[in-house]
């Protein structure tokens, strides 16, 4: 069983920066990956930014430029920065991580979700 608490979500005006974190119960380095992913209401879990089980980051277009992922393995933690916050990245953010499964497959977690209000 896999647990994710992600925290730092709250309301910031636009230009500002919000780091949020994602804490797994357990090794980070037993994923086959992790990443975050936001969410409008009424949408489904659009995916922003990713890191693979090495390490190596990748963040979506829409976000790039302003949101870089990173991690803390000694923290079991994984973080997304944010700065120059848009209106539009007002969403709930989760954290994802792969668990390797049978053959090819795995198995995705996700935490409970936080939530981050840009404001005007």
């Known amino acids: 069983q896999v647990q994710l608490v992600e925290s730092g979500g709250g309301l910031v005006q636009a230009g500002g920066s919000l780091r949020l974190s994602c804490v797994a119960s357990?090794?980070?380095?037993?994923?086959?990956?992790m990443g975050w992913y936001r969410q409008y209401p009424g949408e489904q879990r659009e995916l922003i930014a990713t890191?693979?089980?090495?390490?190596?980051?990748n963040v979506a277009d829409s976000v790039k430029g302003r949101f870089t992922v990173s991690r803390d393995g000694a923290k079991n933690t994984i973080y997304l920065q944010m700065n120059s916050l848009k209106l539009e990245d007002t969403a709930v953010y989760y954290c994802?991580?792969?668990?390797?499964?049978?053959?090819?497959?795995?198995?995705?977690?996700w935490g409970q979700g936080t939530r981050v209000t840009v404001s005007s």
């Open positions: 994802g991580a792969d668990v390797p499964s049978t053959g090819l497959n795995f198995v995705r977690y």
């Open positions: 357990g090794s980070i380095f037993r994923f086959n990956g």
């Open positions: 890191l693979t089980s090495s390490g190596a980051p």
